[in-house]
C-alpha cells in the first residue's frame, strides 16, 4: 500500500521563509488599505462639504482620524509580532478592539447621533467580553509563570539540600 502525501492528515509545517512571505503579504496589504484610508481623508477635505465638516467639527475629525491611525498601527504591530510574542496576542487583541469601537463610534458620531447611541452599547458590549477573555488570558500566564518559578525554586532546593525555607 503506497501512502500518498498529499493524503496525509498531518498538517505539513510552513516553512520560515513562507511564514515570512505571508507576514510580508499581510503588512503590504495593512499599508495598503491604510494609504488608501489616508488619501480618501485629503480627498474628502479637499471637497467643499469636506471642508465645513473639518471646520465644523475639528475635534471629532482629529479624534477619530487618531483612533484610525492607532487602529492600523497596532494591527501592524500585532501582524509583524505575531509569531515572536504569542502571549501578548490577547492584550493587543483587546487594544485593537478599543481602538476600532473608538474609531467607529466617533466616526459614526459624523454621520447620525442616533445611530452612535444605538451602536455603542453594542460595541461596549464586545469590549467587555474581549476584556474579559483578555484578564483570563492573562491571569492563566501570571499563574503559570508564578507555579513554575515555584517548582523551579522547590528543585532548586531539593538538589541543595533536603530542607526546604520557612
Not at 71 to 96: D, E, K, M, N
Not at 114 to 125: C, E, F, K, R, Y
Amino acid at each position: 500500500m503506497c501512502s500518498n502525501s498529499m493524503d496525509s492528515t498531518s498538517p505539513v509545517p510552513a516553512s520560515s521563509r513562507e511564514k515570512e512571505a505571508n507576514i510580508f503579504k499581510e503588512l503590504h496589504g495593512i499599508f495598503d488599505k491604510f494609504f488608501k484610508w489616508l488619501l480618501a481623508i485629503i480627498a474628502f477635505k479637499n471637497t467643499n462639504m469636506g471642508a465645513a465638516l473639518f471646520n465644523t467639527h475639528p475635534k471629532l475629525i482629529n479624534a477619530s482620524v487618531l483612533a484610525f491611525m492607532l487602529y492600523f498601527l497596532a494591527w501592524l504591530f500585532g501582524t509583524t509580532l505575531q509569531s515572536h510574542i504569542r502571549t501578548f496576542l490577547p492584550i493587543l487583541t483587546c487594544i485593537v478592539v478599543l481602538l476600532a469601537s473608538a474609531a467607529s463610534i466617533s466616526a459614526l458620531l459624523i454621520i447620525s447621533p442616533l445611530i452612535t447611541q444605538l451602536s455603542s452599547p453594542l460595541w461596549v458590549a464586545v469590549f467587555a467580553v474581549i476584556a474579559n477573555f483578555c484578564y483570563q488570558q492573562f491571569y492563566e500566564m501570571i499563574h503559570s509563570a508564578i507555579m513554575e518559578t515555584i517548582k523551579k525554586m522547590i528543585a532548586g532546593y531539593k538538589a541543595k539540600s533536603t530542607k526546604l525555607p520557612i
